[in-house]
């Protein structure tokens, strides 16, 4: 049996026992020759004849599971019913759930949240539509979208395996932003009936945030639904992770001594998060921004089929270099890849500007080895948990929401983008600020109510916001 496990953590495995044939000692031993390590065992069933067991072994790494495992099977009078861990235990059942507000405990409240009395808010609705923000879940429920062709470095796994990463972020928006998301996984790759997917389904909604969706078609999907619905549409993998590479690399740029608008910066993948990375970088003041993907660098005199390229060729590089990734990174102040690991070598980065900034995004595996970049690099960022000044889109998206929602913003503006980078950054004081410490931690709980501010100042600012919260409102001076 090929164990379902997470890297280097205790397994939990299920084992039907032939009484007759095999002793704990049995077990014992095998779990030892592997230098597993069984820590509790649990009975789940028994008889005279067969038992099961639960066994949770500490474990080292994916090797050693495999050992187990083996040598498990090889005992006669054992059978492998499942073999799991606590990331999947966490999984069972799914993560979340749907819990009313209030009980339903007689006859009268029955008839006031549904019939008779639910018709007079539905006729409320009906004749004011606008009224639905007020009276039903649309005010704080978000969509959370996908259609699992583009999962966390994993690719298109599909509609079933996307939904577990989709009830993650459900929970991670409930937990530190109070906002109620709702996963759905479209059965779908073609684009237009992803749209109208959504737009048949907004009436619910008073948000919808696209994740894992490959390009180029999130592109297309996003750009039309912001055009058909007048609620904020945010494709996470493109502008979260932009925006939360912007307030990194503010602080970066704090730490160097430079100006965003005298840098020379490169950004290499020119996918989704790549090309809103470069839009939100230009949009933040930058000038001399290049983008670099597998065919080289892009040119304004070159045409190309994508429209998305042919775009942001025309916004980039504007001493029109030619060449490849090598030939970008002379003089670079900064390196941003959103690409593939190990792209980046050690001979590119000595021909960078003095006190370079990598940005190495790539999962699992980083365009450079931080080991690799030590003492070539001023400043690193990658999007891993296991070393300093991770890009965290977790910084973003929760506040993000909850900013758009608690003013009813239309849309999500590039203003907005930029406001919430700021934001992010800002939570850094001077005295903190350091090579190691250029972006908050997701646990900060400051984050997520300074990113609500700057939204919804920015939304007032940019004429989206279809409503002023109280504490945004201008006190009457007597």
């Known amino acids: 049996m090929k164990p379902f496990t997470s890297m280097g953590t205790s397994i939990i495995v299920r084992l039907e026992v032939d009484v007759k044939q095999v002793s704990f000692i049995d077990i014992a031993t095998a779990v030892s020759k592997a ?7 649990d009975v789940v069933q028994s008889s005279n004849e067969e038992t099961v067991k639960d066994f949770t072994i500490n474990t080292k790494n994916r090797a050693q599971i495999d050992e187990v495992v083996q040598n498990l099977e090889s005992l006669s009078g054992v059978k492998i019913v499942t073999v799991s861990d606590r990331t999947f235990l966490s999984h069972i059942g799914g993560k979340i759930e749907m819990k009313p507000k209030r009980p339903i405990q007689n006859r009268e409240d029955l008839s006031r949240v549904y019939t008779p009395g639910v018709a007079a808010v539905c006729e409320a609705i009906a004749q004011d539509p606008y009224k639905a923000y007020k009276l039903t879940i649309k005010r704080n ?15 298109d796994i599909g509609p079933y395996a996307a939904m577990p990463v989709m009830e993650g972020k459900a929970m991670l928006f409930k937990q530190l932003a109070g906002v109620d998301g709702f996963p759905i996984c479209l059965d779908t790759k073609d684009t237009d009936e992803i749209i109208e ?26 750009r039309a639904l912001r055009e058909r619905l007048d609620i904020p549409v945010f494709h996470d993998d493109q502008h979260g992770t932009a925006v939360v590479i912007l307030a990194g690399l503010l602080n970066a740029l704090k730490i160097v001594g430079k100006k965003i608008e005298d840098c020379k910066i490169v950004v290499t993948g020119m996918g989704a998060a ?5 839009k939100i970088i230009l949009s933040a003041g930058a000038k ?27 916004m980039t590089n504007p001493h029109d270099i030619q060449g490849q990734l090598a ?82 913003a239309t849309d999500i503006t590039e203003e907005m983008k930029v406001a919430t980078a700021h934001a992010i950054a800002s939570i850094i004081t001077d005295a903190e600020l ?29 004429g989206v916001a279809r409503k002023i919260p109280r504490d945004k409102r201008k006190k009457e001076t007597v």
């Open 327 to 408: 030939d970008a990174l002379v003089d670079a102040d900064v390196f941003i890849g959103v690409s593939r690991g190990g792209i980046l070598k050690r001979e590119m980065v000595q021909t960078m500007a003095k006190d370079p900034i990598v940005f190495a995004m790539a999962n699992p595996q980083p365009e450079i080895d931080p080991e690799e970049a030590e003492g070539l690099v001023r400043v690193l960022a990658t999007g891993r948990s296991d070393y300093p000044n991770q890009i965290n889109n977790v910084l973003c998206f929760p506040g993000m929401f909850r900013g758009a929602f608690d003013c009813r």
């Open 274 to 278: 790549g090309v809103a990375c470069t």
């Open 434 to 462: 350091n090579e190691q410490y250029i972006i908050p931690s997701v646990f900060n709980d400051k984050v997520v109510k300074r990113v609500r501010d700057a939204v919804v100042d920015a939304a007032i600012a940019s």
């Open 197 to 222: 997917t959504i737009v048949r389904m907004a009436p619910a909604f008073g948000g919808i945030n696209l994740e894992d969706i490959a390009a180029p078609r999130c592109f297309e999907i996003e």
């Open 35 to 41: 230098q597993g390590d069984i820590v509790a065992m």
């Open 141 to 155: 429920t978000v969509a959370i979208v996908s259609d699992g062709t583009a999962v966390l470095g994993l690719g």
């Open 288 to 314: 001399n921004v290049i983008g670099v993907d597998r065919d080289g660098i892009l040119s304004r005199s070159v045409t190309y089929e994508n429209p998305v390229w042919e775009e942001v060729s025309n």
